[in-house]
T-cell receptor, first 111, second 115 residues
Framework: DAKTTQPTSMDCAEGRAANLPCNHS???????VYWYRQIHSQGPQYIIH???NNETNEMASLIITEDRKSSTLILPHATLRDTAVYYC????????????FGEGTQLTVNP | ETGVTQTPRHLVMGMTNKKSLKCEQH?????MYWYKQSAKKPLELMFV???????ENNSVPSRFSPECPNSSHLFLHLHTLQPEDSALYLC??????????????FGSGTQLSVL
């Protein structure tokens, strides 16, 4: 599975959009981009995933660049409850159940 | 509520004790996992079970012994642990055989302290 690079930490004002970047320059054509988040003292929570096209759900939007070497997770209106560590993970179609977590980005939403 | 329940939430044990962590999922999934998260470190995959069969063991010491009696329940039996085994132990489940579209659902974890 391709390696990802994320900033260690980011801050965002409550009510503003939070844009979390992820670099995955070695991504292969059959690798998906996943985002999970982990609120303190809880288990990780699935947010969204995509292959080539931009995706949106009730939690967030995922923007993947045309060359697929980077992506951005967007939380359109961040709240204090969005403070968490956000993990960007790339995963091969055939890798089955393995999900490898890196260090992630600590997002702090400030009042 | 994720549909994955772990008990106990907190556990303190001595190095000579034997204890077990329990995980139960109510999602109808057929794959279950144990992850370990030490302080300031990424999550580490420990064991994977698919349809009750262990399919992955990431070189975990034998003092950790998993058990999966059915697709809904997963245990982690602990004996003669070391202080460095203190960590958050997370259970997860998923619907297997979906490749990269498979999503994991995690429990809240058991915070283990070994004295």
């Amino acid at each position: 599975d391709a390696k990802t690079t994320q900033p260690t930490s980011m801050d965002c004002a409550e009510g503003r959009a939070a844009n979390l970047p992820c670099n995955h320059s070695t991504i292969s054509g059959n690798e998906y981009v996943y985002w999970y988040r982990q609120i303190h003292s809880q288990g990780p929570q699935y947010i969204i995933h995509g292959l080539k096209n931009n995706e949106t759900n009730e939690m967030a939007s995922l923007i993947i660049t045309e060359d697929r070497k980077s992506s951005t997770l967007i939380l359109p209106h961040a709240t204090l409850r969005d403070t968490a560590v956000y993990y960007c993970i790339v995963r091969v179609e055939t890798s089955g159940s393995r999900l490898t977590f890196g260090e992630g980005t600590q997002l702090t939403v400030n009042p | 509520e994720t549909g994955v329940t772990q008990t106990p939430r907190h556990l303190v044990m001595g190095m000579t004790n034997k204890k077990s962590l329990k995980c139960e999922q109510h999602l109808g999934h057929n794959a279950m996992y144990w992850y370990k998260q030490s302080a300031k470190k990424p999550l580490e995959l420990m064991f994977v079970y698919n349809f009750k069969e262990q399919t992955e063991n990431n070189s975990v010491p034998s003092r950790f012994s998993p058990e999966c009696p059915n697709s809904s329940h997963l245990f982690l039996h602990l004996h003669t642990l070391q202080p460095e085994d203190s960590a958050l132990y997370l259970c997860a489940s998923s619907q297997a055989k979906q490749g990269a579209r498979e999503k994991l659902f995690f429990g809240s974890g058991t915070q283990l302290s070994v004295l």
